[in-house]
């Protein structure tokens, strides 16, 4: 193993910390973007607010105009907050206070940057980035806190409880009036940012593809998701769904999140698919691993040797 690989991948728990730290410095590269200096940063963070109940619209609404009295002042220390956080993630040594601000940090970007995944509005969806990037940021955190025992802070036993309730809300999500009917999935792909021509034309047969079929995929992916939670916390063949988790979300990430916006411009995190896709290899890692079974153990020329075999003398005796 190369120094390198010791220092940052030296266990699958310190490889997780080292990717988590690199998503937190595309999200403060992304922060730096001329398009986070301009009005229309504050434009997005204030069209977050339409349809929200009073409260979350109005405290979304004061942030986006505390913010924009000084754009560059805000915008530089928003992004220097992340760049802080992923370098603390990579140092060894600061691997827990940067967790313990990420904690906090996620709760501000979730409520006045996500406004909660939109779960408080009929927009919320899985194929779009629901619950919510940071979300997931904050929950890989708990489960590679570095406090010697696996699971982090939420332990074997919370981790996949807490897989289990994400992976239940996503199936509800799928099953809500808005994500199941005919065009939904369709008219969300054919949104959905891209920045690149091949990406564009997945995404166009894709919308295709999905047309007027709606209802049908969102019972299959409600039942897929329901799945996925219930046979991670039961522990039962985690892995293969565990894996299924991980394609799906790569298939989130593709034709509805495209990326996230990245290659288009403009976007302030990968969306949720790529740290879907980390918290299901924090998962992965939890699951014990069966020991290797020796070939013929047991049997030995189609005798069961696992008894104590009979002695000559007793067997003559008798």
Known sequence: ???????????????????????????????????????????????????????????????????????TLYNTLFALIQVGIGLGLLCRRTVKPALAASFAW??????????FGMMFMTMAAPLT???????????IGLIVWPNGRPGGLLGVRGARGAWAALWLVMAWLWLEAPSSSANTISGAIKAAPSGMSWLSTLQ?????????????????????????????????RAKP????????????????????GIFEGGATDPNAGLPFVVLALA????????????????QSGGRDVSAPAVPARAAVAT
């Not at 996620?106 to 406004?115: D, K, R, T």
Request: aromatic content about 14%.
């Open 241 to 260: 769904f565990l894996a299924l988790a991980i394609v799906l979300n790569l298939i989130y990430w593709t034709l509805g999140q495209g990326f996230g």
């Open 283 to 298: 998962l992965w890692s939890l699951v014990p691993s069966e020991p290797p079974r020796a070939c013929g153990a047991g």
């Open 204 to 236: 166009e047969w894709a919308t295709k593809a999905t047309a007027g079929n709606g209802l049908i995929f969102a019972l299959l992916l409600a039942a897929a998701s329901a799945a996925i939670g219930i046979a991670v916390a039961a522990d039962w």
């Open 106 to 115: 996620a709760l501000v970007v979730w409520w006045f940057g996500e406004a």
């Open 129 to 139: 980035g629901a619950p919510g990037a940071v979300l997931l940021y904050a929950l």
């Open 1 to 71: 193993m190369s120094r390198t690989s010791a220092y940052f991948a030296s266990d699958p728990a310190r490889a997780l910390q080292s990717a988590l730290g690199l998503i937190w410095l595309l999200d403060g590269g992304l922060q730096f973007q001329s398009f986070m200096y301009s009005h229309g940063f504050t434009e997005m963070l204030t069209g977050l607010a339409s349809g929200q109940p009073g409260w979350l619209a109005s405290s979304i609404n004061w942030s986006a105009h505390a913010a924009g009295g000084d754009l």
